[in-house]
């Protein structure tokens, strides 16, 4: 538990009410806790962690007051009343907690280090308010961000939303990225210019935390750290250095796992789009026809809602059922890390969350790369272009989709992808060990907090 110096130091840990954003922020917790530090974790009504899983945190709900927006329909402004609702009870909060610290004449309690999720803003207002060191935690990849910062400029030039005949040409000054691959090329200027406005908000921490490996990304962290002047500390992959408890917002559907037993070994597809991507009733068809056709084993995942209209699988063609029955598996929420371990699983298609890369580069599980939004479609080039432990599927189609399950999981493409993503799961481990990338990051991130002290 730490050298000592960390012991029972406060830090306040800010999560946002996303799935890909919160299960990266605990596992910080997790880490950070391991190192010595008492770990409050502040976090919104609206998809609360469960603190039974966590006895070592002390949790501190805000109340966000939602109920009239939904996230998807006005991202912008459900961040905003996000920000202004949770600003005041957070200040408030802290400002007790630092006055208490001063009747105690408990000097501890009055330097209090937060490290907040990008999209908790609000955090650094009430840092800057109280003279507290803030730090920003950023749970998406490096790659995302050079792409997110031109977009302004070439929304300014009139390149976006991106044209048809552009998709497959690369940007200039951001190679290896193709016009397809740009963050928010395929929706409305209006949600770019709403994810343009959010940045604007974000005013300068004293440093960044990244959920990354050095190794994977380490010419953009460099650029990155030109860029913002303040140190970035690469401590990923989470997943890994903070093996806890479910963070699942969702019940876990564990039956598959002894599904998975009787699976011969590498033949599964395992097919999930994390937590907010959606699907229309027919992109619902293609993919369930593709599995189907593909002749293999499957674990689909099929989140309650994210089908267009429909509470759940009741747009399922009709025969599918039949077709694929023993083969297949539909379940509504997955225990995607230990899916993922699994000897059985031989594929990952994925819409690419950055959570989901780490988790199934952590395996040596190649992966089919089908990226809905934002730093999903940075992701899945670098995977399939860069890394080359991903395959990109051109279009959801029941006969690309059946062509590319079988080119992973029966040709020997497949084989070649899996022993790539084989040396980049032994590489991951390694920077985790003693005198690895993220080891050293991690503890030259102790030391910069306790500096602050
Ligand atoms: C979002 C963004 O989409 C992502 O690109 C960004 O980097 C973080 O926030 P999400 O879309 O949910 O997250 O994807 P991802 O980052 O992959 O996170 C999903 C998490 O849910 C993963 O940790 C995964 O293990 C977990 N999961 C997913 C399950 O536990 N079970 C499932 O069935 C599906």
């Not at 009410?17 to 917790?29: A, E, K, R, S, W």
């Not at 991202?75 to 920000?83: Q, S």
């Not at 302004?152 to 951001?174: I, R, T, Y």
């Not at 999930?272 to 499957?298: D, H, I, V």
Request: aromatic residues 10%.
């Amino acid at each position: 538990m730490g050298d000592g110096r960390t012991r029972g130091k406060p830090l306040v840990l800010v999560a946002s009410p996303f799935q890909g954003h919160m299960t990266p922020m605990l596992q910080l917790g997790s880490v950070l806790h391991s190192k010595g530090f008492s770990i409050t974790i502040v976090h919104t009504k609206l998809n609360s962690p469960d603190p039974s899983n966590h006895p070592e945190f002390t949790f501190l709900p805000l109340f966000d007051n939602f109920l009239a927006i939904d996230a998807s329909a006005n991202f912008t402004k459900f961040c905003e009343v996000l920000n202004n609702n949770c600003k005041m009870q957070l200040q408030d909060h802290l400002t007790r907690k630092i006055k208490e610290g001063k009747e105690a004449n408990d000097e501890m309690n009055q330097r209090i280090t937060i490290i907040h999720d990008n999209i908790m803003y609000f955090v650094e207002e009430v840092a800057s308010n109280l003279n507290l060191p803030s730090i920003v935690f950023r749970s998406s990849s490096a790659s995302y961000m050079p792409a997110f910062l031109a977009l302004p400029k070439l929304h300014a030039q009139g390149q976006l939303p991106v044209q048809d005949s552009m998709l497959q040409k690369l940007v200039p000054e951001l190679y290896p990225l193709r016009y397809k691959d740009l963050p928010f090329n395929k929706t409305s200027t209006e949600l770019a210019k709403e994810m343009f406005a959010l940045a604007e908000h974000i005013r300068a921490p004293s440093a960044i935390i990244w959920n990354t490996i050095d190794f994977l990304e380490h010419s953009v962290l460099t650029k990155l750290r030109q860029h913002y002047k303040i140190p970035i500390f690469a401590i990923g992959p989470l997943n890994e250095m903070a093996r806890g408890p479910s963070t699942s917002f969702l019940k876990e559907d564990t039956d598959c796992i002894s599904w998975l037993d009787k699976q011969a070994p590498k033949s599964v597809i395992y097919v999930s789009l994390g937590s907010l991507a959606t699907m229309n009733e027919s992109e619902l068809a293609e993919t369930a026809w593709g599995l189907a056709n593909s002749k293999q084993p499957f674990l689909w995942v099929v989140r309650p809602g994210s089908v267009n209209g429909s509470e759940w699988i009741e747009f399922l063609p009709e025969g599918f059922t039949e077709q694929v029955k023993g083969r297949g598996l539909v379940l509504k929420w997955a225990p995607q890390k230990e899916v993922l371990a699994h000897y059985a699983v031989g594929v990952f298609w994925s819409h690419c969350g950055w959570n989901s890369t780490l988790e199934s580069i952590s395996e040596g599980v190649p992966m089919i790369c089908q990226p809905w939004m934002g730093d999903q479609c940075v992701n899945s080039r670098y995977l399939c272009y860069v890394w080359k432990v991903g395959l990109e599927l051109e279009n959801l189609e029941r006969k690309v989709i059946a062509n590319a399950i079988r080119r992973l999981l029966v040709d020997d493409e497949g084989k070649e992808m899996r022993q790539r993503a084989i040396s980049m799961k032994e590489k991951a481990k390694y920077a985790l060990c003693k005198g690895g990338s993220s080891f050293n990051s991690l503890n030259n991130l102790v030391e910069f907090i306790l500096a602050r002290f």
